[in-house]
């Protein structure tokens, strides 16, 4: 069974991520909560030059990371 990379999802723009690696079958349905703490949680993606959040736009031409409207916390 294959292990994926899972974080938290923050409450807050300033708030760090807790990472979990959790076993799941290749068919099994993302989880949006931590099957332990019920906490959300969203797959991280990995691939090439290191990790890509699926769900979360890349760094803007202007240098902010998209974490809030003025940019990074």
């Given amino acids: 069974m294959p292990t994926y990379l899972y ?4 409450a807050s723009c300033c708030e760090e ?3 979990y690696e959790i076993q799941q079958g290749t068919t099994d349905a993302l989880l949006t ?3 332990e703490t019920g906490e959300p949680i969203k797959r991280v ?13 890349s760094a803007s031409a202007d240098g ?10």
């Fill in 33 to 35: 909560h931590h099957p």
């Fill in 45 to 57: 993606v990995l691939g090439g030059y290191g990790a890509a959040k699926a769900d979360e736009p």
């Fill in 7 to 10: 974080e938290t999802i923050p």
């Fill in 17 to 19: 991520p807790k990472h």
């Fill in 64 to 73: 902010g990371c998209g974490c809030g409207p003025s940019g990074c916390c």
